[in-house]
T-cell receptor, first 113, second 110 residues
């Protein structure tokens, strides 16, 4: 069974630009979570999508947004990039109705110059 | 509000046993997870506790006391490859939101 996949692996942008990160969940998983992990810090919850809808979001500004597609894959968009947005962005998927264990993808390393 | 506390760093010797503690406050508890994260890699699932007691899985065990808001992860027969960060995460009843602690960096020395 294929795990959660994310693309790209690395992304380098400059301040003010926009970044798009992609995630494909494990087959059969309908929930997708996005987290930000800045260097040396814990995972900060960003967004939760389930069945195509945004169900919850963390304490991040509106320039962090996303969507979930009919095939349950997801995009995270970050507009007007700032230097402090440099972090590892992790996507996790969960099977709705299961034990709620989240399985993580390898992450996208975003660097803002 | 929600808060998760765990030690920042721990050091242990190869072959020994180490216990990593986690305390939490949450408005509506609905499960506690432990994840292992090696540097530069994604977290990998270790254990899940929703009822009080000890869950054992090979060299790893996890304990939960809901009344005390307390959990620990016990690692036995430590190996060098166990050097990693260990993340405690709590799911609450409101919207299946899972909050992660900052993680405990474990260093295993020979």
């Amino acid at each position: 069974e294929a795990g959660v996949t994310q693309s790209p692996t690395h992304l380098i942008k400059t301040r003010g630009q926009q970044a798009t990160l992609r995630c494909s969940p494990i087959s059969g998983h309908t929930s997708v979570y996005w987290y930000q992990q800045a260097l040396g810090l814990g995972l900060q919850f960003l967004l939760w999508y389930d069945e195509g809808e945004e169900r919850n979001r963390g304490n991040f500004p509106p320039r962090f947004s996303g969507r979930q597609f009919p095939n349950y894959s997801s995009e995270l968009n970050v507009n007007a990039l700032e230097l402090e947005d440099s972090a590892l962005y992790l996507c996790a998927s969960r099977r709705t109705g299961g034990t709620d264990t989240q399985y993580f993808g390898p992450g996208t390393r975003l660097t803002v110059l | 509000g929600q808060n998760i506390d765990q030690p920042t760093e721990m050091t242990a010797t190869e072959g020994a046993i180490v216990q990593i503690n986690c305390t939490y406050q949450t408005s509506g508890f609905n499960g506690l997870f432990w994840y292992q994260q090696h540097a530069g890699e994604a977290p990998t699932f270790l254990s899940y506790n929703v009822l009080d007691g000890l869950e054992e899985k090979g060299r790893f065990s996890s304990f939960l006391s809901r009344s005390k808001g307390y959990s620990y992860l016990l690692l036995k027969e430590l190996q060098m490859k166990d050097s990693a960060s260990y993340l405690c995460a709590v799911r609450n009843t409101g919207g299946f939101k899972t909050i992660f602690g900052a993680g405990t960096r474990l260093f295993v020395k020979a």
